[in-house]
């Protein structure tokens, strides 16, 4: 993952043409983005097994981020990130009493954080960068059910993340970009942004 990810900053870097200096600082950037977390992909395999069953209705929402980043200088930038996601399922079932009843549950996990940058900086329309991000993560979890499905794993902490990422602008205000992470709330994210102010 590592190598792959030298490589595809490497392969940007020459194709986004001659080097300029980059002008971030007192520059907003605005990301909206869909990603992939591992909770993500376990939650969606357990839906489809689960959902094979034509009793069973399951739903898995993908993970949704919002990002603010502030230039304070050419190369670092500090801002605010949000995530979300959700899982959902029905079934029909017998309770304790045998008696038919519908059930159902719902999980989310949103995650708030704050997260620093440094940017490698050396072109106009592309921004490579590097930085951490810590989040803190919510768990919710609603169920009628009072079977086996033990909802109460899911708690709350903090985590930190390891972030490498690249943005690629089109235009003076519209790009795209992508980020690589360790750690959660998710392990990849593509996004479009859009950048105002600056020098």
Known sequence: MKKLIIACTLALSTLAGPLSAQ???GQLNVTAGASFSMTGLIFTSLNNSVGSNSTVNTTSLPGMNGMLDYGISDRFSVGAAYYYQGWSG????????????DFSYNITRQNVGLRALFHFGDNENLDTYAGARFGYSFWSTKTNYSGSLDFGRFTSRLWPQ???GMRYFFSDFIGVNAEFAVGPPYYMMFGLNARFGGN
Do not use: L, P
């Open 23 to 25: 002008k971030y600082a």
């Open 90 to 101: 029905k079934w029909n079932g017998t309770d304790s009493n045998g008696v038919s009843q």
């Open 162 to 164: 390891a972030i490498f």
